[in-house]
């Protein structure tokens, strides 16, 4: 027979190694309840600043064809596209109207962690901008989930 | 680092409310700002950017009457008024007025405090003559916007000063700037170090004026730009803009590093209403702005004041366009060739005053065509001295009328033509002296240009 003190023991253990998938989950961001039609992810990983307008303009664009209730949109930067989500980017004031009707931002924390380490400082993303552990993986995330890839 | 995972509707509500509470950031939208800044987190590494303008120009080639006394060896020869600028050698042809090539852009574009800005000019004009080379730098700075409120601009820049000589060239209305610009702003600085009497028609001693330097150009055209250090920066309230710069540089052009310890001051003060949000050089708004510059120049170990202060206003709503501006001259001001001839010594009066202004008005016919009226007049060495009333008064009055039309192809190639109606006197001379023979002789001018921006 086991002690009480043994037992114990136990059950904290078999508590811990159910919740440890819990705490797992918690560092990835969740997929969006969402009742659209159409599912589109938006990558923008390209150093060339034109890119930022573009990858802003279809976003702008998808929304009119399948109309702002019929599409759900998520823009997921990662590498040197990550600047379009820094503070400071003059595109701010688009990207709050597409957040307004409903276009998410997300930002990859591997790449901000990275620019911290060359520039010796922490970056700040624009408000309303979303960080995900890892950009391509948030990607891949969306993809299977029924997000169609698009990258202008 | 902040991380959120907000659901999308939280987070869109709160972000149009926070986006209807906050006060826009500064943008670059206007010169200080488009020169000398970048747009955060999107300016590319190195973006190679340039443009040329090609002239042509064509007066009637009046020549100078018949003079008296020492300049009597001047007579029937070419005026250099009428002569295309700056090699004087003919009154028509075509000419590539600019050829500027150049870089800018966040050399390290992961930081969004640093930008940096070069530029060389291969044209045919005042910067790569009389002492400037094909290639001449004529940018070349580095910008720290690490402070809120006190962005630092330093190396060789575009001074902060009169919209016509501190708003970018690519978007310039007319083919030749008004006579004010020219004489009082676009500096040329001249050396007398060479006798006087060695160079070609040696100015006779009872045709010198008092407190006048003669000589040659030894140097580039001063471009309206100088090596320094600048402080300023742009507020945004509302649809306004407020902007000032304080600029300290060596009052020496492009020479790249000073020739004597006195140094120029630069202040520059702004109020620009901005109109629907836009941006770029030739955005919708109205500016009022105030400036000045002081320094000093030495010439053969004598130093002497060059002042200059403005005022000035804006407007353009995509159909109308209005500009006036005046500004005023102390100290040292261009005296231009003795006689008026094209190869007699260059003067620079040193104790003179001078003022300018000019209106100028636009309107889109249709929005690729614009028909332009400007009218300017500079009122040149107005303080009375020694020389005046005598055949060798210094004041002059110049009054030009330009009508102009510009065609824009796309947004970056334009074209423009030009006639000029000119005027100058030479009011307070001795009647019947030179001065006022001379002054006859100014022709109109019909000039074209053609320009591109890559």
């Known amino acids: 027979m086991l002690t009480k003190q043994t037992q114990r023991l136990f059950a904290l253990l078999i508590g811990l190694v159910l919740a440890l998938p819990v705490f797992a989950a918690q560092t990835e961001a969740p997929l969006p309840d969402t009742f659209a039609a159409h599912k589109v992810v938006l990558q923008i990983s390209d150093k060339d600043p034109s890119k930022q307008n573009l990858v802003l303009n279809v976003a702008q664009n998808i929304q009119r064809y399948y109309g702002v209730e019929n599409v759900d949109i998520e823009v997921v930067a990662f590498g040197p596209g990550v600047r379009l989500m820094l503070e400071g980017n003059e595109n701010i004031k688009r990207m709050k109207s597409l957040m307004a009707s409903g276009v998410r931002f997300s930002a990859c924390d591997n790449t901000l962690q990275n620019f911290a380490k060359q520039l010796g400082h922490e970056l700040k993303v624009s408000e309303g901008v979303t960080i995900v552990p890892a950009g391509a993986g948030r990607i891949l995330q969306l993809n299977a989930a029924g997000w169609q890839i698009l990258q202008p | ?122 044209g045919n004009n005042g910067i790569t003559t009389g002492g400037g080379t094909q290639g001449q730098l004529v940018d070349a700075s580095v ?25 970018g060239i690519p978007v ?71 902007s000032y710069a304080v600029m300290y540089g060596n009052g020496n052009g492009l020479a790249l590093t000073d020739n004597d310890k006195h140094k120029d001051l630069y202040l520059y003060g702004s109020a620009e209403k901005v109109f629907d949000n836009s941006d770029g050089p030739r955005r919708h708004s109205l500016k009022m702005y105030a400036w000045s510059q002081s320094g000093k120049r030495t010439v053969d170990n004598t130093a002497y004041k060059r002042d200059r202060a403005g005022v000035g206003m804006t407007y353009f709503d995509g159909k109308y366009r209005a500009a006036a501006e005046y500004f005023t001259a102390d100290g040292m001001i261009w005296g231009g060739p003795v006689g008026g001839a094209t190869n007699t010594p260059l003067s620079v009066f040193t104790d003179q005053t001078a003022d300018a202004y000019q209106l100028d008005f636009g309107y889109r016919v249709k929005p690729n065509i614009e028909l332009n009226v400007r009218y300017d007049v ?28 510009q065609y824009f192809f796309n947004k970056k190639t334009s074209a423009r033509i030009n006639y000029e109606i000119r005027d100058l006197t030479a009011p307070t001379a001795l009647a019947g002296s030179n001065p006022t023979k001379v002054v006859d002789a100014i022709d109109n001018r019909l000039s074209a240009q053609v320009m591109m921006v890559f």
């Open chain 2, 143 to 167: 910008t720290i916007n690490k402070i809120d409120g006190a962005r630092v601009r330093v190396g060789l820049f575009k001074t902060p000063g009169s919209e016509e000589s501190f708003k």
């Open chain 2, 378 to 405: 500079l009122n040149s060495a107005t303080k009375k001295d020694a020389n005046t009333g005598t055949a060798i008064d210094k004041k002059r009055v110049f009054t030009t009328t330009t009508l102009g039309a």
């Open chain 2, 172 to 242: 310039f209305n007319y083919v030749n700037f008004t006579n004010g610009t020219d004489r009082l702003l676009i500096e040329k600085s001249v050396d007398n170090s060479a006798a006087v009497a060695a160079l070609p028609d040696g100015v006779p001693a009872g045709a010198r004026q008092a407190d006048t330097l003669y000589g040659e150009r030894t140097a580039a055209a001063f471009a309206a730009r100088d090596t320094g250090i600048q402080v300023f920066d742009t507020f945004k309230h509302n649809d306004w803009e407020y």
């Open chain 2, 1 to 122: 680092m902040q991380k959120n995972y907000t659901t999308v509707k939280k987070s869109a509500l709160l972000i149009a409310l926070a986006g209807a509470l906050t006060a826009p950031t500064a943008q670059a939208a206007n010169w200080l700002m488009l020169q000398g800044t970048e747009k955060p987190n999107e300016a590319p590494a190195a973006k190679l950017w340039g443009f040329a303008q090609i002239d042509y120009q064509q007066t009637d080639d009046t020549k100078l009457p018949t003079l008296t006394g020492g300049a009597a060896g001047l007579s029937g020869t070419s005026a250099a008024f009428n002569q295309m600028a700056p090699q004087l050698n003919t009154s028509s042809g075509f000419n590539i007025k600019r050829a500027r090539i150049g870089v800018r852009g966040a050399n390290f574009p992961l930081d969004k405090d640093v930008n940096y800005f070069l530029m060389a000019e291969f």
